[in-house]
């Protein structure tokens, strides 16, 4: 057994509000944690803490729980600079783009596609993301999607058959015959290599109905439900997440007063990523309005060469603050606890003893700098 006490936190973000200040983030300052063999083995004032084998000196910088990031598609091969460019000239966007990256991807080898993915989740940890959910979604073929979630799952648990992210080129005449193969023998194929099953419900992907047909075909092999709902305009994907009491209702940009009462009164998680309206030029979600009504916010990256090219948390957090109507404090907490939620996990995204011991170190002294400094990497794994 080794312990480590990282000792002088100036703040510490807990996220446990019977800690510290009561708050939801559960402040407490001039603090320190112990964490042993990789949990965290004890929480409090710098100067109560047990003797440990090592002790790390924050120097009074603020350390919170790493971040959770629960929606990326880092398993693809390939670029869209152009189309983002274009988009910034004025062209919109169209989930057909998906297309581009699809083709891309199954023409990439499984090494490959493991060196591109092992550089985007080093690039995450570098900006303090501890958990991570991934997605397939780019290959839309039985082989292809299972080899996308095979890489995933050496690098991620948290993984998400996506096979209904678009109707691929082959099908484009026969899309009937597509929602059948995803919701038969790919998801089979696919089942045991994920966690999670995803559909993205829009004009130009899936209906309803044939949301419905996979995520039931889904849950029937035990896999938690996650939804792309209400991304390019209004649309049935909330109601429906919130029906089948899905985990999370993902991007939530066009909402109706019933979308936003669905999301209060189910235990579905309203997941925003900004990054995917910075990258579309879209109207932002409006986060206030979801948490005034009582729903529950997560934050994530959405990372993905279409939408959202960043794998930055604190660059979501930044745009959550300006744009989504979220205080620092609850878009800290949205892209950490809220992220766990979105998960159903309770081990991270907090900072208590018995959980991951999952620390991340700002170097700055306290959370709203993560809001405050734009663009400065501030963020870093200390631990986990
Ligand atoms: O979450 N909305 C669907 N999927 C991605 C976009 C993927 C792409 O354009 O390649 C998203 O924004
Ligand atoms: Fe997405």
């Not at 004032?45 to 990031?69: E, K, Q, W, Y």
């Not at 083709?103 to 080093?122: F, H, I, K, N, P």
């Not at 909402?255 to 990258?279: I, M, N, W």
């Not at 409006?286 to 959405?302: H, I, P």
Request: net charge negative; aromatic share 4%; glycine share 10%.
């Amino acid at each position: 057994m080794t312990s480590v006490l990282y000792d002088a936190i100036g703040e510490l973000v807990t996220c446990d509000p019977t800690v510290g200040d009561g708050s939801p983030l559960g402040l407490l300052h001039d603090a320190a944690v112990v964490v042993e063999d990789g949990r965290i083995a004890w929480l409090g004032r710098s100067g109560d803490a047990p003797a440990t084998d090592d002790r790390v000196d924050l120097g009074g910088r603020c350390v919170i729980p790493g971040f959770v990031d629960s929606h990326t598609h880092l398993v693809f091969a390939g670029q869209r600079s152009a189309e983002f460019a274009a988009r910034m000239a004025g062209e919109p966007y169209t989930a057909g783009g998906i297309r581009t990256t699809v083709g891309a991807t199954r023409a990439a080898t499984d090494g490959e596609l493991r060196t591109l993915l092992d550089a985007r989740v080093a690039e995450t940890r570098r900006q303090g993301t501890t958990t991570l959910e991934i997605k397939s979604g780019y290959g839309l073929r039985v082989e292809d999607e299972v080899r996308m979630l095979r890489l995933a799952r050496e690098v991620a648990a948290e993984t998400t058959f996506l096979g209904a992210h678009v109707v691929p080129e082959e099908y484009r005449h026969d899309p009937e015959s597509y929602v059948r193969l995803v919701a038969g023998e790919m998801l089979e194929a696919c089942a045991p290599h994920a966690r999670w099953i995803d559909v993205f419900v829009e004009d130009g992907a899936f209906d309803a109905d044939a949301a419905r047909v996979i995520l039931e075909a889904g849950r029937r092999h035990d896999l938690g439900l996650r939804v792309h709902a209400n991304q390019l305009g209004p649309g049935p994907g909330v109601q429906l997440a919130c029906e089948l009491g899905a985990a999370s209702a993902d991007h939530c940009t066009h909402l109706t007063d019933h979308d936003v009462a669905a999301l209060t009164d189910s235990g579905t998680v309203a997941t925003l990523v900004p990054g995917a309206e910075f990258s579309t030029r879209s109207p932002y979600a409006d986060g206030r309005r979801l948490l005034e009504a009582g729903a529950t916010v997560a934050l994530a990256s959405d990372c993905n060469p279409g939408t959202s090219f960043t794998s930055s948390l604190p660059f979501v957090i930044a745009l959550a603050v300006r744009e989504c109507g979220l205080t620092p404090a609850e878009a800290v907490w949205s892209a950490t606890a809220g992220g766990a939620t979105a998960l159903r996990r309770d081990d991270v995204g907090r900072i208590a003893v018995g959980a991951r011991g999952h620390l991340t170190v700002l170097d700055a002294p306290d959370h709203v700098h993560l809001a405050y400094r734009p663009g400065v990497p501030l963020a870093s794994v200390l631990a986990g």
